[in-house]
């Protein structure tokens, strides 16, 4: 059975910093490419950053380039998600999804908040 439980969600004031982690496994972690996702009310669920199986290749959109940063360990089958200077349109439910060529798995979401 695949599980991906993330944690690390919570309440931070703007400007402030939290770090996401999550846990895999039933899979062999580092044959999937993962990446952090995150859903605000009434959006579509958008890609926030991901980190490919080997090496150090990341990728991040421009709304959070420079703030956000992905890394993996292998060892631990472990992929987190540190967030420095957030805003509250940071604010949303942040989800971990592991993804290889033919499969897709996805944890049940951490809810983090941004606000004064």
């Known amino acids: 059975q695949v599980q991906l439980v993330e944690s690390g969600g919570g309440l931070v004031q703007p400007g402030g910093s939290l770090r996401l982690s999550c846990g895999a496994s039933?899979?062999?972690?580092?044959?999937?490419?993962m990446s952090w996702y995150r859903q605000a009310p009434g959006k579509e669920r958008e890609l926030v950053a991901q980190i490919i199986t080997v090496g150090t290749g990341t990728n991040y959109p421009d709304s959070v380039k420079g703030r956000f940063t992905i890394s993996r360990d292998n060892a631990k089958n472990t992929v987190y998600l540190q967030m420095n200077s957030l805003k509250p349109e940071d604010t949303a439910v942040y989800y971990c999804?592991?993804?290889?060529?033919?499969?897709?798995?996805w944890g049940q979401g951490t809810q983090v908040t941004v606000s004064s």
């Open positions: 039933g899979i062999t972690f580092s044959n999937y490419a």
């Open positions: 999804n592991a993804q290889n060529r033919w499969l897709a798995y």
